[in-house]
């Protein structure tokens, strides 16, 4: 087991150059054990620390999951270890410098990731919930009547939440931008194809080698989509038919993805391309 605090935290903090060799269950426990002692004396600072260093290895160890599993061809297994890990850092928010243990790049990372999935809609749940407490005090929290823990902060280690009680689910949205990212609509008879992730990750030499990805609005020229009738969708994703939208264009209006690897040199260039996230009232 790591022997002391420090130990821990640069083994956290040079994820970089510890990652390989670290033994995440070892360097777990110690800080498990360092925050019960901080706690047992009453030192919320350094406890407080310590569940950023927990938080901060979950968000690592979550990306290096990802990244093994886009290299595996694992792409759904990939994209919840991808969420996950955006979740951690997200909590992580407020409570630690920018970038400390490569928290940063790796959020960037996330984030220029996920655009090259093809998930474009999830389900969403319509909830009524009837009271919550706190995760800290167990009270009853409601609007004129707080218990004194503010959600989001630390208390002996742990972070404030409201637990939901008495929930009933009462109805289920398709939306664009959920909450829960993890909620994708896949079927057995329309499955995914991740030709974007996959060519990108192979082109990669490790997880913390950097890339970049510049997404564009373009129009594509109307031969490309010669086989899609007037009367069909129209490509560029506005729910309008083809005839009623981009064919009375110069083109069919795509988004056009350019990556880099490295310092700003494309190796090799390319670009991708996708339909735009549209509603159907938006301009074309």
């Known amino acids: 087991m ?18 390989i060799a670290r033994d995440q269950a070892s360097v777990r426990a110690a800080l498990t054990e360092h925050k019960r002692t901080a706690v047992a004396a009453g030192d919320q600072a350094q406890a407080k620390e310590i569940w950023c260093l927990e938080t901060l ?25 991808l969420v996950h890990a955006e979740n951690a850092l997200h ?26 999935f093809p998930y474009r809609i999830f389900t969403s749940p319509e909830l009524v919930i009837g009271y919550h407490t706190c995760s800290v005090c167990g009270a009853v929290v409601r609007l004129r009547t707080p218990c004194g823990h503010e959600p989001g902060e630390i ?11 008495d929930v009933q689910l009462v109805g289920v949205a398709l939306v664009r931008n ?18 974007m992730v996959a060519k990108v990750i192979t082109h990669l030499s490790g997880p913390f080698a950097p890339w970049h990805i510049e997404w564009n609005e373009m129009r594509l020229p109307h031969s490309l989509f010669a086989h899609i009738r007037t009367r069909e969708p129209c490509p560029c994703n506005s729910r309008l038919e083809y005839g009623q939208c981009c064919l009375n ?36």
């Open 2 to 19: 790591t022997s002391s605090l420090e130990q821990a935290r640069c083994l956290v903090y040079d994820v970089e150059h510890e990652y």
């Open 57 to 81: 290895l979950n968000a690592q160890e979550h990306y290096l999951s990802a990244f093994q599993a886009m290299r595996a061809q694992e792409f759904p297994a990939a994209w919840t270890s």
């Open 155 to 165: 208390y002996d280690g742990e972070m404030c939440h409201r637990k939901a009680h």
């Open 249 to 284: 264009r110069l083109g069919v209006r795509q988004e056009e993805g350019k990556v880099t690897i490295g310092a700003g040199i494309a190796v090799p260039p390319w670009s991708f391309y996708r339909s735009p996230l549209r509603h159907a009232n938006d301009p074309v």
């Open 178 to 195: 959920p909450v829960m990212k993890t909620n994708v609509i896949s079927t057995a008879e329309h499955p995914y194809d991740f030709p």
């Open 91 to 116: 909590f992580l928010r407020g409570h630690l410098p920018d970038d400390v243990g490569r928290s940063a790049f790796i959020a960037q990372q996330v984030e220029n990731f996920q655009t090259l």
